[in-house]
Each structure stands twice: as C-alpha cells, then as structure tokens.
C-alpha cells in the first residue's frame, strides 16, 4: 500500500497502547496474561466503533504487559477484519531489521495487509542491555538498522554492509509482501535531525507529541517536507502520537484520568528526576493549547482537528491507556472516539 499523499484524503483516527497494568475493582494489580486478553478485547471494540488503526507498544518492564507486539497483533489480526494494525513503536535500535520485516510481513499477510510498523528508538533504554547492545551505540545502531530496513522495504534482494550486523549479499527475504510494500513510518521525538533521517529514507514521519504545545512541531514538519524535497522523494504522510481519555463532559474525563496519570508520571519521575505530577500543569496539559486530548468528544474533536490541520497530519493516533486506567474506562473512551469523536473531526476538518 503506498504512503504517497498525491490525492488528499480524509484524516486517519487510530489508537494505540502499551498494554499497561491495569488494577482490578479492589485495587490489585492484574495479571499480564489478563491485562493481554483485554487488549484484544480493546482492539476489536476499535474496530466496532470505526477506528482506523489500532497499535501496540513494546516494552520490556514490569508495568506494560506487551513486549512481542507482533504475537498480540496477530492474535487480534484473527479477531479483527478492516482495522489497520501496528507498533508504537517497535525498538529498531536492539532488534533486527531482518527478522523485524520477516515478522511483519507475515502479520501482513494474515491479516489481508492491514499491517503497518512504526519504527523508533523508545523512550525507554530496557532492551538495549536485554539483547546485548551497548548505548554507546545508540545512534549507530538506528541509523545502520533503519538504512537496511529501507533497503528490505522494497521487496528485492539486499545487500548491505555495516558495523552492527553480519553483511548481505543478494539476500532475499521471506514471506513476500501480498500487494504493494509494507507501510512503515519513522517515530521520531522532536529532533531535527531525526526528522530529517526520516525523509532521506522516503519514509513517513511519525511525531510523538507526549507534552507541551503541539503547533510548536510546525517547524519540524515544514522541514520534513523540505527535506523530503531535497532528498528526491515524493510526499509522504505525516502522524501524530498524542495522550488521552474520552468521557461524557471534560470534568469527567479529568476526575477518570488524574490519579492513573499522577501515578504513571510519579513513578517515571522518580526513575528519571522528574518532580511529581501536579494537577495544576495535568489541567494545563488537557487545556486548548496542551497535548493532551482529554475531554467530552467534543473538546477532543475541537483539538484534534486544529492539530490535524495546523500540522498537516494524515493521522491521529491517541495512546487511550494510562497506567492503572481500568479495562472498564478504557472501552468506553474507544467507544466514544470512534462514534462520536471521528464523525466531529471529519465534519469539522471537511468545512476548511
């Protein structure tokens, strides 16, 4: 499937979810095997209420449930028939470009090419001493493995060689792609230079946009074009990762929201020096000019479509779980994006 923008289309509404260990109704952690079980529940409600894309993170610690995303994608590929399925991200850097396209090309082809990768670094450095790689090599690491996952993009024999793996010489790699090539994005954090890696592979950018104000990554966006332009390629699509919750009125969704966030946000800031969480800047955080997409369908929609448009993006991506959010909470918020929230932005993003 191409990832060509030559013909405008409608704004994509997905989500996305790093199977976090939620808490039963007495408070007490649930088992990760449980905590998977809802996230294919999760992924087929998406799909109920019309999302357009429902995505996995990768994690390898002790409060996120999923660290083989391709194993539940494909377990939902099963349960599932339209809904486009993907990673937020996958941790390029400690795997292997190889097995990484042989993984998704076979998720590809069970579930009718519905299947698309989000390419990234991660926020978190687990994998790196979990698989052997030194974060010394951090930079080499991407830069050498997103070279070569281009390269195996195309569908043709490879040949490569770098300093992070064994070398290939004419190598063909299995299973072939059904239609077309398979869709791949560059998740990038906010760096220009990882912006402009993205378009001098031709691939689509994906932002994660995890705090501050949203519109302040025009400038990234301007770039990437620009950027694209001076590498030779054609246009390409741009998305956004974006935190969230939908609920029937804004005070609920911020009461609903809160604790599991102070929490999450505590528990980070104590691993990274982080102060704690204050609901002063978790308000401002949800307000018109904060990333956060929190709020009654449609406060959301009013955000998502000005984002959308001043940014220019062919998707919206809400990562809907947070923390210890109940299973409960969470299927109603995917009900009321895919129901209520999507038709608002489309009809608000049709009149511009």
């Keep these: 499937m191409s990832n060509s923008t030559g013909n405008v289309q409608p704004l994509e509404i997905g989500i996305e979810t790093f199977g976090d260990i939620t808490?039963?109704?007495?408070?007490v952690p649930l088992?990760?095997?449980?905590?998977?079980?809802?996230?294919?529940?999760?992924?087929?409600?998406?799909?109920?209420?019309g999302l357009d894309f429902f995505g996995v993170g990768e994690h390898h610690r002790d409060d996120y449930s999923?660290?083989?995303?391709?194993?539940?994608l494909g377990a939902i590929a099963s349960v599932t028939e339209k809904i486009r399925l993907g990673t937020a991200v996958t941790v390029l850097s400690s795997d292997d470009p190889v097995r990484v396209y042989e993984r998704f090309a076979t998720?590809?082809?069970?579930?009718?090419?519905?299947?698309?990768v989000i390419l990234g670094r991660g926020s978190f450095i687990e994998s790196f001493p979990l698989f052997g790689y030194e974060l010394t090599d951090y930079e080499l690491l991407f830069e050498e493995k997103l070279a070569l996952f281009a390269k195996l993009r195309k569908g043709e024999p490879v040949s490569w060689s770098g300093q992070t793996r064994s070398a290939l010489r004419n190598q063909?790699?299995?299973?072939?792609?059904?239609?077309?090539?398979?869709?791949?994005?560059?998740?990038?954090?906010?760096?220009?230079?990882?912006?402009?890696?993205?378009?001098?592979?031709?691939?689509?950018?994906?932002?994660?946009?995890?705090g501050g104000q949203p519109m302040a990554f025009e400038p990234l966006t301007r770039l990437y074009?620009?950027?694209l332009e001076e590498f030779g390629h054609q246009g390409q699509k741009i998305g956004a990762h974006f935190h969230g919750l939908v609920?029937?009125?804004?005070?609920?969704?911020?009461?609903?929201?809160?604790?599991?966030?102070?929490?999450?946000?505590?528990?980070?800031?104590?691993?990274r020096g982080w102060p704690p969480a204050s609901r002063m800047r978790f308000e401002a955080s949800t307000g018109p000019d904060g990333s956060m997409l929190a709020g009654s369908p449609e406060t959301v929609a009013r955000k998502m479509a000005r984002?959308?448009?001043?940014l220019g993006l062919s998707r919206i991506d809400i990562k809907y779980s947070a923390g210890t959010l109940p299973h409960e909470t969470m299927m109603r918020s995917i009900e009321l994006l895919g129901t209520k929230v999507k038709p608002l932005v489309l009809d608000m993003l049709s009149d511009k």
């Design 31 to 49: 088992h990760a095997a449980q905590v998977l079980r809802n996230v294919v529940a999760e992924a087929r409600a998406a799909e109920a209420a």
């Design 225 to 227: 074009k620009r950027s």
């Design 66 to 72: 999923i660290s083989a995303p391709e194993v539940v």
């Design 247 to 271: 609920a029937d009125s804004d005070e609920e969704a911020m009461d609903l929201l809160w604790p599991h966030y102070k929490t999450t946000m505590d528990r980070l800031g104590a691993e």
């Design 107 to 116: 998720l590809d082809g069970l579930s009718n090419g519905r299947a698309e």
């Design 307 to 310: 984002f959308a448009q001043g």
């Design 23 to 27: 808490a039963d109704a007495n408070d």
């Design 172 to 210: 063909a790699v299995y299973p072939p792609i059904e239609r077309g090539t398979l869709d791949a994005w560059v998740g990038v954090g906010g760096s220009p230079e990882s912006v402009v890696r993205a378009a001098k592979h031709g691939l689509p950018l994906f932002l994660a946009i995890i």
